[in-house]
């Protein structure tokens, strides 16, 4: 689940614009021809699962200066996340919604338009986020957008990425590289690529594998 909020110049964008940028913000839509980086049903599940509020505050000051039709330039947004999700996705949804944004100003306003983006990604604990009345820790959640895909591919070893030497993490479908750096786990001859290693430990769960201490 992701709650993003969006805070825009009050007045600049019109209702068309605001709804435009809300869709691509939940499409993660920045433009950019990443070949199959999630399988269509993790993108499917993680878009029904993600919110978009665009607020247009009465008052806003960024320093000296009231941001509005007069000076519409700053644009804030702000995502919140599963905490141990940011430490591996951070940097990316920031260059990601910072091209979402300023590109989707740009082409409402005008290619003379000069927005500046500030983005906040905010990590939630275990357990403080919940869905029908029920507590749900990343791993959960997790599962909401790759469970399908999961049980699909569910013996089949590890699944390739869309480029040589990358294969799916088995947890959480993103696409790992399998350099020097990479977290990884051989199981029966076959080498599984993780995001992290928390996806590992789950994934060794289900193996049956132990991990060393």
Not at 17 to 22: I, K, S, V
Not at 48 to 63: D, F, N, R, S
Not at 102 to 113: F, H, K, N, Y
Request: net charge negative; aromatic share 6%; with cysteine.
């Amino acid at each position: 689940m992701l709650f993003i909020e969006v805070f825009a110049p009050r007045g600049v964008l019109g209702a068309e614009g605001r709804e435009l940028l809300a869709t691509r913000l939940v499409e993660l839509d920045d433009g950019v021809d990443r070949g199959e980086y999630h399988p269509e049903s993790v993108e499917e599940n993680s878009r029904a699962y993600t919110q978009v509020v665009v607020h247009e505050p009465l008052t806003w000051l960024a320093g000296d200066r009231a941001v509005g039709v007069d000076w519409p330039r700053r644009y804030v947004v702000r995502a919140r996340i599963p905490a141990p999700w940011v430490k591996q996705v951070a940097g990316e949804l920031i260059e990601r919604y910072d091209r979402i944004v300023a590109g989707t100003v740009r082409e409402v306003l005008g290619l003379d338009a000069e927005p500046q983006v500030w983005v906040e990604v905010h990590g939630v604990r275990e357990g403080a986020l919940g869905l029908d009345g029920r507590a749900m820790g990343a791993e959960a959640i997790g599962r909401l957008f790759t469970g399908s895909w999961r049980e699909s591919v569910r013996g089949e070893g590890p699944v390739p990425g869309p480029e040589p030497d990358t294969v799916h993490c088995p947890v959480c479908s993103m696409v790992v590289k399998l350099d020097d750096s990479a977290i990884t786990l051989v199981h029966e001859g076959d080498v599984y690529g993780y995001c992290t290693k928390h996806c590992r430990r789950a994934h060794a769960a289900e193996l049956g594998v132990p991990l060393p201490a």
